[in-house]
């Protein structure tokens, strides 16, 4: 109501003087989108779940827990946590409490690397929720609930559409009574390749003021340099700078001797001389065994005064009597996930080790009976997820030769199929990452590095060779860029360094030395918000430093992401698998577009696909009729059939993997040379850089930006030069 009109103080000329009368509202049309992105889902299959899509699932109802069966073990106000220790004293005060803390401390990893581990990262912030008042109630025992960071930021982008920094932000609100945790990789943040200085600090500061304070700092070759300037950060912001030692191989076999019991010792000096307040043993593919934890524990505990934190897979098997043996050794605080999220490519079972370790003087706090009934709930939560579900179904000690992360695994497998091999095809594959290692002179495999070994053993499986035959035939292929990059040292170098003759394959002969990613001047989060304010036009919205580094951390994606938004809206509210698999005739859900705001939404059918290649899908919203209009991305009008590259045809450039094409740089006509970029594709996070094998002139062009196409698809057809 206008003031002048409530004053009364108004004459004929009311609507001649105040023109903001005129000035309405623009609609959200929220309804709208939402069943845009619903009958998107229903009709095609975005989030390329093949046969898998078809579910019979339902969705998780919250986790509500009975007053009287668990009020027993809701703590006394004065009873001290790792949360009160550290508000009180702050990262001094809590490595000093866990030097004298008798109890082992646990920290859970559901919300976080489990999923990443066992369905390729994919669990969404509703069903975390729903969870988020069990555990303020009644685990306030954990040491910390590792709950962002790693590969959860890009995958909120990337596929499950949400803002990894309101995820953050909404579960630290939920659970203000434990310490949260990240897995920040050093220089590379949570990216895949090395960022500018002020990326990394800026980055740090604003998970900081959204609420985290555990971060979990490692480099994927162990390098202390890489991880100075987060150490740094953390402690300059006043959270807790958790440093990690990433182990690989095996201490106790001599035959393993690259990486001894010596050279993890040495790093721990170095951690500790850095300003650690917690050294982390990361063991990310599960190869630390019973014996060797005993013997690596102990050693550090001579070593260096820091409390030790232990973080595990258990793609083996052996993970709890592994941890058991690091208890016993001295580990104050153990990594694990409750029983249903837990095994195999996860961390080991929580439930299982507080059970075997109950009892003794170094029992676990956290009550049984409450991981217990989180695990019944995740179980649930779980079934949601299993078109991501990678199928494995047993434990394998082959991984003490493939040596793959855990969190890898999952998502290599995903991968796999998504490129066009089968499952039968996935052992072969784990045998290529073997010999890419080897090729690569045995590295440490932790995020970037393990995804480096990763896309080169897809591109060898996809081209026919092995890691022998690979050096003996030295094919010219197109490598994607993580490869190339790693050669360049943008990583920077293994120990022991860069195998020459693998480097100059890559990187051809007389490649430069080792060098850091080259920085623009005008590299800035300044330029990055001007950039991104002159991008969204006229606008009251200010760019936000949570908004730019989202884009500075992966353009591509979160450009993606924003479009996502301006077509679909807000799809967090979604149930689950409608969300996943769409919704199928006569369903009928309900979603919050905000608190009051509640929509009722049923399907009544949908159309054949018309000449156009469109489909209409009828809903009843709120009692109304209404139909949305949709492309089926299946009809022959929608796919666009192209020639095959010819094989050992020069002149014929094909695509390497099935994906999508970023960039076109060339045009009809263009002269192109040896070795030129002529387009640029990615393929399941990773991108090609697509090269001219021979000199020519561009005749045709067959891909335009975002075009999907298939492996093997001719992108770019050249022809000779005249003479």
């Known amino acids: ?155 909120c982008l990337r596929f499950l559409k949400e803002d990894p920094w309101e995820r953050l932000a909404t579960i630290r609100e939920a659970i203000p009574n434990v310490l949260l945790q990240m897995l920040l990789r050093g220089d590379n943040a949570v990216g895949y390749s090395n960022y500018p200085s002020w990326v990394v600090r800026e980055f740090i500061k604003e998970t900081v003021r959204h609420g985290l304070e555990v971060f979990r700092i490692f480099d994927c070759l162990n390098q202390p340099d890489k991880m100075q300037i987060a150490v740094d950060e953390v402690k300059k912001q006043g959270a807790i700078a958790e440093i990690s030692l990433c182990y690989t191989g095996n201490i106790t076999d001599l035959k393993k001797c690259k990486y001894d019991l010596k050279y993890y010792l040495d790093i ?10 917690i050294l982390c043993v990361k063991d990310m593919a599960g190869l630390l065994r019973p014996s060797a934890a005993k013997l690596l524990i102990t050693a550090l505990k001579d070593t260096v005064s820091l409390p030790i934190h232990l973080h595990t897979h258990d793609t083996s098997g052996v993970g709890v009597s592994m941890q058991i043996e690091a208890a016993k050794a001295g580990c104050d605080i153990i990594d694990g996930a409750v029983s249903s999220m837990s095994g195999l490519t996860s961390q080991p079972s929580l439930n299982a080790l507080i059970a075997a370790l109950e009892d003794s003087d170094i029992a676990p706090e956290v009550p049984l009976p409450v991981v217990d009934r989180l695990a019944r709930y995740w179980e649930q939560v779980r079934t949601m997820y299993q078109a991501f579900d990678p199928g494995i179904k047993s434990t394998s000690t082959d991984v003490y030769d493939h040596e793959i992360p855990g969190g890898q695994y999952s998502n290599l497998f995903n991968q796999a199929m998504k490129v066009g091999l089968s499952a039968d095809d996935f052992y072969e594959l784990t045998q290529r990452y073997a010999e890419v290692n080897t090729l690569f002179g045995d590295i440490i495999k932790v995020t970037p590095s393990s995804k480096v070994v990763g896309d080169m053993a897809l591109l060898l499986q996809k081209q026919g060779l092995t890691g022998p035959s690979y050096l003996q035939e030295k094919p010219a292929l197109d490598y994607p860029d993580s490869v190339v990059s790693f050669f360049k040292g943008h990583m920077g170098e293994p120990y022991g360094g860069f195998p020459e003759e693998v480097r100059t394959l890559v990187l051809g002969e007389n490649a430069p030395p080792p060098e850091a990613i080259e920085v623009s001047s005008d590299d800035s989060l300044d330029s990055i918000k001007e950039f991104l304010l002159n991008q969204r036009g006229n606008s009251d919205q200010e760019i936000t430093n949570a908004q730019a580094l989202s884009y500075r951390l992966y353009p591509k994606v979160y450009q993606e992401f924003q479009n996502h938004q301006k077509q679909y809206g807000e799809a967090s509210g979604l149930t689950t698998p409608v969300f996943f698999y769409g919704m199928q005739q006569g369903e009928e859900i309900e979603t919050d577009l905000e608190p009051g705001k509640t929509l009722v939404i049923s399907m009544q059918g949908m159309s054949q696909t018309d000449e156009n290649g469109m489909r209409k899908v009828f809903f009843n919203l709120n009692g109304f009729s209404r139909q949305i209009e949709v492309v089926d991305q299946s009809s022959e009008s929608a796919l666009k059939k192209r020639p095959t590259a010819e094989a050992n045809n020069e002149l014929h450039i094909g695509a390497a993997m099935p994906g999508k094409v970023l960039e076109v740089r060339v045009t009809a006509g263009t002269h192109v040379k040896q070795g030129d970029i002529v387009l640029i ?12 094998k021979t000199s020519g002139i561009v005749k045709s062009i067959y891909v335009q930006q975002l075009d999907q196409v298939e492996s093997g698809d001719l992108l770019v057809e050249l022809e000779n030069a005249p003479a």
């Open 268 to 277: 721990a000096k170095e951690l500790e001389a850095m300003g650690a307040d």
């Open 1 to 155: 109501m206008h003031p002048a009109f409530l004053e009364s103080n108004i004459d004929t000329t009311f609507l001649e003087k105040y023109n903001e009368l005129y000035e309405y509202p623009r609609a959200k049309d929220r309804a709208t989108k939402v069943l845009a992105y619903i009958a998107n889902v229903t009709v095609n299959d975005p989030h390329n779940l093949g046969k898998q899509r078809f579910r019979a699932v339902s969705d998780a109802p919250n986790l509500k827990d009975n007053s009287k069966q668990y009020e027993k073990y809701i703590l006394a106000p004065n009873t001290p946590t790792a949360k009160k220790i550290f508000d009180q004293s702050g990262p001094s005060g809590l490595t000093q409490w866990l030097r004298n803390h008798k109890p082992t401390l646990l920290t859970d990893t559901t919300m976080r690397d489990a999923h990443q581990s066992l369905f390729a990262t994919r669990l969404r912030t509703r069903d975390m929720l729903k969870a988020a008042d069990f555990y303020k109630n009644y685990a306030q025992h954990f040491f910390s609930l590792e709950v962002w960071g790693g590969a959860t930021f890009d995958t």
């Open 681 to 692: 594709t990615e393929s399941m996070k990773m991108e090609y850089t697509i090269t001219a």
